[in-house]
């Protein structure tokens, strides 16, 4: 299989998160007083953290290390999102939950479809490709909520990172494999993205109920027993 190359949208993935990655890390829930240099190491993390694991586990050199457009776009959108934290706190929440949301949905299958390109590329399995696809996606994210002492958010429910990721990978997956193996792949790529990317913004708008054991405690691991 030719793997197909998404050099800019790669790029722009990795701007919106690493954008969205310094205003989590300057969320009250997130933020540890940390210092400038850590709010943008907290950007390369939302932007390229997910794209290392993948090379690494893939045994490639990462692609931030080959381009350096990389290093300078997650700088520029860590700067951009202290910027706007210091001056539009009050519409912080507001862009991050709006805007940055749909752009999100929007490059989550992308990271999530390009692991499993460079899987299949490598030679491996349909598991293993959306394993990978998976670990693309939200690895960033579990980066920034462990150096911020944060349960991850692919641990809680209401975000739907997880089940669009899996969506997204699985979809071109199985597509590429079984449905139209010789339909070029940058089709079966829209395809997949348009299906995890409708289907993640109907389920954080319209607030999808995910599956939480009926005992767990409602308030978290922190709540004492009365």
Not at 19 to 33: E, T
Not at 98 to 111: M, N
Not at 112 to 139: Q, R
């Amino acid at each position: 299989m030719n793997l197909p190359s998404f050099p800019n949208v790669d790029l722009f993935s990795a701007g919106i998160n690493a954008l969205n990655g310094a205003l989590v890390a300057r969320n009250p829930s997130h933020d540890r007083g940390y210092a400038l240099v850590g709010l943008v190491i907290m950007a390369f993390f939302g932007g390229i953290g997910g794209g290392v694991s993948r090379d690494l586990l893939l045994n490639d050199i990462p692609s931030p290390l080959k381009d350096p457009k990389y290093t300078l776009v997650c700088i520029l959108m860590g700067l951009l999102g202290v910027a706007i934290y210091r001056y539009a706190e009050s519409k912080e929440e507001k862009f991050r939950r709006r805007t940055l949301a749909y752009f999100k949905s929007f490059t989550l299958p992308w990271f999530a479809i390009l692991g499993a390109h460079k899987s299949l590329d490598h030679g491996l399995g349909i598991y293993t490709a959306i394993i990978i696809g998976l670990i693309s996606t939200t690895a960033g994210g579990i980066f920034i909520d462990v150096c911020s002492d944060v349960t991850p958010e692919i641990l809680r429910p209401s975000e739907h990172v997880v089940t669009a990721a899996v969506l997204a990978a699985a979809t071109y997956v199985l597509l590429e494999k079984y449905a139209l193996t010789r339909a070029p792949a940058f089709p079966l790529t829209l395809i997949a993205v348009v299906v995890a990317f409708v289907f993640r913004v109907l389920a954080v708008r319209e607030h999808w109920g995910q599956i939480v054991p009926y005992q767990a405690p409602a308030a978290g691991p922190g709540v004492r027993a009365a």
